[in-house]
């Protein structure tokens, strides 16, 4: 009978991240809803996004009230996200499993205290510090050696900065990961004849998969959602897919960034409701690499029940 | 382990708070000094640089009054005045029908002469001034002319050693009144671009192979020094910084067929053309300007005010700057720094009567 206020109170706040969750999503599906109607299918598929013309009188189009001209495509914006976020994740992961690895098992123990909380800290630093590194030293350097363009914007220094900032996420995951395994499991795989390498990839790595999993989804949560850093060094390309490592691109989030003052000064506000579909899109997106990742984890964790 | 773990966290937590905690009570304590009016000022960075000398020679004449400037580009400059969230919103695009008709409030008041250059990064052309058109630009712009030796640029240019090498035509990817200056001198001067693409402080860029956009005048600065053969079009405030980033500056061609370079002159003539027939609301362009020495991209710089502020005090703190700004701030020792020109007396007088209306 004492516990009823406590629990019921434990209740109510809990359920107040589910709310809040299905209130932005209401949220944005009610104030996006003219713009999904006016844009259709053509929104994801559509390479071109033209505010129309803004200092002309508004027409008539499909049945709304938008700018002349107006044609509304986030393909370009969708693409720059995904492949850069991949990109990102695939440079990162060999860095962080590496220090995982690394700082687990060849660090004395006097000094792992000490790297891992230097690991931990670069995960504090501002994107937006990452995005000035990246226009002062990042993109001259790729522009003048790598870039056979001689251009240092685009998608290579949007990932390199992307996978800087996801790596530290990863390492401390999985580090927390690999120092919990049972020293039994490893003690025993040595007694076995294993070498160093051995213990690690066959003992070790395979105990710490659903961890790591974990990890890479909530270092691909952090590199989808980068504004900043990657509005820094990106190129900000408009109506135009990327064609190789070095062209520049355009991301959901610094897209929304960089438009949002030019689509409030669109009278028909049709400007702004595109970019709460372009939020939604995004929304989506990171709900649907969440659920995938969900779904791989249980998956991986029936294997390991059904081999015990 | 992760017992000692946790409690090392709990104790890092704790402090962190603390200090947290005693560092806001500080600044709490510490803060209002003084009631003072405070002024925001947000928009265009080509006015940005301007804005910076007039805030500390204003704020010693008029300690009573403080002053903050951001340069966030003109788009945000009009929107955050038209919501209220700023006082004076900087933008060297004036706002348009449509938005006026939303807004009937809002001020468009010019508070000086600005211009525009049309910088490109050829090296070892760097002191050339290579001629550019309106419809050169426009079709390096739309992807039509994606090299420096093409034969339209050539026929501009007898005699100079164009190298064969693309085109790497830099724009603002923010709400710019730079990019509202630069698409209008394309679109009065080339057609086909006034049809397809027109202008605005954003539009929708056609794709160009290796085009980018950078944000922020300084941000077209960088790009531009950071990247062989490309074009972008910048602010004439921060002509020292282009020049120091060894961007040459481009000979334009204006109405009248001539290839001219924005000095005070030419600036100067485009800016008589309009003077006797800007209107009261003063939303007029200068863009293209008949005559023959004027500068094709030339622009009254506007403060976008509401009309009606927030109290009184905030209203008349904002007519003393202002009517400061097209007077004592009009003095050589300020715009000569950034290359601007002062304004017309007649147009001085019809700004003064739009700043009489802020209540």
Redesign the interface.
Known sequence: MKFRPFRLSLLSLSLLIPAALCAVILFLLIYSAPAIGFNGLGFVTG?????G??????VTARGFTVPA?A?YGILVFVTGTLVSSFLAILIALPLSVGAAIFLAEAVPPRLRPVLSLLVELVAVVPSVVFGLWG?AVL??LI?HYVSP?????GLLSSSIVLALMITPIIATTLLDAL??VPKENRESAFGLGATHFEVVTKAMMPMVRTTLIGGVVLALGRALGETMAV??VS??????LP?SLF??I?TIASFIL??L??A??D?TNMAVRSLAEIALALFIITLGVNTGAKLLTSGALNVRKRQS | ??LSNMLRRATALRSGVAALALAAATVAVAGPAHAATTLVETGSSLLYPLFNLWVPAFTASHPGVQITTTS??S??G???S??GLVQIGASDAYM????V??NPNMLNVPLAISSQAINYNLPGLGNAHIKLSGPILAGIYSGKITMWNAPAIRAANPGVNLPAH?I?PI?R???SGDTFLFTQYLSRSTPSWAHSV??????????????????GNSGMV??AA????SVAYIGVSYAAAAAKAGLGVAALKNAEGQYVLPNAETVGAAAASVVTVTPPDERISMIFAHGKNAYPIANYEYAIVNAKQADATTAASLRTFLNWAVTDGNAPQFLDQVHFLPLPDAIKTLSKTQIAKIK
């Not at chain 1, 363009?149 to 914007?153: D, K, Q, R």
């Not at chain 1, 190129?235 to 135009?240: D, F, P, T």
């Not at chain 2, 348009?96 to 938005?99: F, H, K, T, V």
């Open positions: 390479v071109t996004w033209n505010l013309n803004l200092y002309g009188d508004p001209g044609d226009i993109i001259p522009g363009s001689g251009n240092g914007y120092m919990r509005a820094m190129g900000g390309a408009l109506n135009i064609t062209s520049p355009s960089t438009q003052d030019s409030q000064s009278p | 382990m992760k966030t580009g788009g945000a009009i929107a955050q038209i919501k348009a029908d449509a938005l008709h939303h693309k790497i724009h990817v923010d709400g027109a202008y605005g402080t954003t539009v929708s860029w056609p794709a160009v192979e290796g085009g980018i956009g950078a944000n960088s790009a950071a990247n062989p053969y």
